[in-house]
């Protein structure tokens, strides 16, 4: 497959991520069992997407240990895939768990806030809640 410029310089850069190309492959992280993912939904000439690549990209790095998937989907070649879940502006980020949508941003995240809603993302899938904070009762 021939990639653009701009895709070109973008997958360069992206080792520690995953990209979704299929239906198949998106039905697997949306399912009951699919864990906590963060999905970006980006495109190749989207200035924005850009700029929050590399924090993207370091972040799958820093935490490649940790159960979270670090997964982009082109939405210039794999508009299919964005169709689902009315996508219509990039970057668009879900922070998913098990299949369910936990929060949704639109719009380039800084590396420290996309560090701190991942890290909120990995206590939710533990079942480490504000009860159990409170409490510590799992919720």
Wanted: glycine share 8%; with cysteine; charged share 20%.
């Amino acid at each position: 497959m021939r990639r653009s410029v701009a895709e070109g310089w973008y997958h360069a850069r992206m080792q520690n991520s995953e990209d979704l190309s299929s239906v198949s492959e998106l039905e697997d992280l949306m399912s009951e069992d699919g864990g906590p993912a963060i999905l970006d939904f980006w495109s190749p000439t989207c200035g924005p997407c850009k700029a929050m690549a590399p924090a993207f990209e370091a972040l799958a790095g820093e935490l490649a240990e940790e159960p979270i998937r670090f997964v982009r989907i082109n939405t210039a070649t794999q508009a299919q895939l964005a169709q689902p879940f009315n996508i219509h502006a990039v970057p668009t980020l879900l922070f998913v768990h098990n299949g369910e949508i936990l929060d949704v941003r639109v719009g380039a995240l800084s590396g420290p806030a996309l560090a701190k809603k991942a890290q909120w993302l990995l206590r939710k899938s533990r079942g480490e809640g504000l009860l159990s904070r409170l409490f510590g009762a799992k919720g």
